[in-house]
């Protein structure tokens, strides 16, 4: 990447926020000499957002304290299709209503990361619907389809890939990226937005929006992706022993949001901060230099950091202080996760394997086991090593539950009702 002139660039190029940039040198320049309007597209897919979508709603994040304009565009419209990029099949159609919920849940979250009101640079939150339901077809078709070629679209990774793997495409679908590039020139004519940021696997569908803006007479757009983020051991980021990271409390405690960042591994950690939290890049180079074991102090930091952006600094102290308790001084916390079972269950007692499945602990009886072998299960702080164990009432600890433990990070709270 050049130097760039521009805070709003140089921040996201220092701190690993940029994979691609269609014009690196107009974007700087517009960027150095005035406010300039940004967005970025959520669908509403489910009721909240994961820790994929931090990374973008970093970028609009940055773009704000730079001193410019954010758009989080809702895609009230566009879920009603749903994104086909890189699926073997058609997703679910979601009702109006649905979709509808989904978004009330997802604007929780940009209440916390974005600045909104009525300042030249305060965020701004609108709903694709409001344009695109009120279309009509055979105007659409004439104005904005004729800008499409299909041979070129048939090019796309998402589509071709879809189509060698011989899945169907259906029509629906292929429609899907006309309007998200429709939603860029509607954006710049409502709003003066000549910027889009997304995902590295979204840049067939950005540039498709600078060329349909092209195509249709406005000003030059331009676009910026984020790299899609593995762990440096290749996972895939935002999966949990419980399922995805969501930001949400309702589907995702916070505490267990806080041990997810704890859990990063060693060679993860300086990128992490740099990309999950607001720390000076100075303060983030000292905390990735510590070595040995003192590397988890930088761990609790970003975890602390990290948590503070989705739940606040209240929740995430909270969580780290849940986590003290528990790891450094072995008390139950209360707001460690907890599952409830029928005492009349309990009384019979449960299979120690099944328990662990069903605390989220292990994804089904046979890795339960493969845990319990290799030494890695504890009921109350003891070890176990007989994976026919039973768990029962005689297990309930004085305060009247059980815990459970997967090595030194993972504990879950089993309470009778």
């Avoid at 709603?57 to 410019?68: F, P, R, V």
């Avoid at 409001?130 to 070629?149: A, I, K, P, T």
């Avoid at 930001?247 to 960042?261: A, G, K, M, S």
């Avoid at 070595?291 to 995430?316: D, F, M, P, W, Y």
Wanted: net charge negative.
């Amino acid at each position: 990447m050049p130097e760039f002139k521009s805070d709003f660039l140089r921040v996201l190029d220092e701190r690993g926020l940029i994979h691609q940039v269609s014009d690196p040198q107009g974007l700087d320049e517009a960027a150095a000499k005035g406010t300039i309007t940004g967005y970025v597209g959520y669908d509403a897919t489910a009721t909240s957002l994961h820790i994929g979508n931090l990374i973008t709603a970093t970028m609009l994040y940055w773009l704000q304290e730079t001193g410019h304009r954010p758009i989080a565009l809702m895609g009230g419209g566009t879920s009603m299709i749903g994104d086909p990029s890189f699926r073997d099949e058609q997703r679910r159609l979601l009702p109006p209503e649905t979709i509808a919920e989904n978004i009330e849940g997802i604007k929780r979250i940009f209440g916390r990361i974005l600045r909104f009101g009525e300042g030249p640079t305060d965020a701004v939150m609108v709903n694709n619907a409001d344009w695109l339901l009120d279309l009509n077809y055979v105007e659409f078709l004439r104005d904005v389809g004729r800008h499409f070629s299909v041979n070129r679209m048939l090019t796309f990774d998402s589509v071709r890939l879809r189509l060698e793997r011989e899945q169907s495409l259906s029509f629906l679908e292929f429609n899907y990226m006309i309007l998200q590039a429709y939603d860029y020139v509607e954006l710049n004519k409502r709003y003066g937005c000549i910027l889009q940021m997304g995902g590295s696997d979204q840049w067939g569908n950005i540039v498709n929006g600078i060329d349909l803006g092209h195509r249709m007479g406005t000003p030059q757009l331009y676009a910026v992706t984020t790299p899609l983020l593995t762990t440096s051991s290749g996972a895939k980021m935002g999966k949990s022993v419980s399922g995805a990271v969501w930001l949400n409390e309702d589907v995702f405690r916070p505490y267990d949001f806080w041990q997810y960042w704890r859990n990063t591994e060693d060679a993860d950690v300086e990128r992490f901060l740099k990309i999950f939290t607001r720390l000076p890049l100075d303060e983030i180079a000292r905390l990735a230099a510590l070595g040995g074991s003192e590397i988890n102090e930088a761990k609790k930091v970003l975890a602390t950091e990290a948590t503070a952006i989705v739940h606040g600094r209240e929740a995430a102290e909270a969580a780290a202080e849940t986590a003290r308790k528990t790891f450094e001084e072995g008390a139950l916390a209360e707001s460690l996760p907890t599952i409830p079972v029928e005492r009349a269950e309990l009384d019979q007692g449960i299979g120690l394997l099944a328990l662990f499945v069903a605390a989220g602990l292990a994804g089904s009886n046979g890795e339960a086991r493969r845990h319990v072998q290799g030494g890695a299960v504890r009921i109350n702080d003891e070890p176990v090593t007989d994976d026919r164990r039973m768990v029962s009432t005689d297990d309930l600890t004085a305060e009247g539950i059980v815990k459970l433990s997967l090595g030194r990070k993972k504990h879950v709270l089993v309470r009778p009702r």
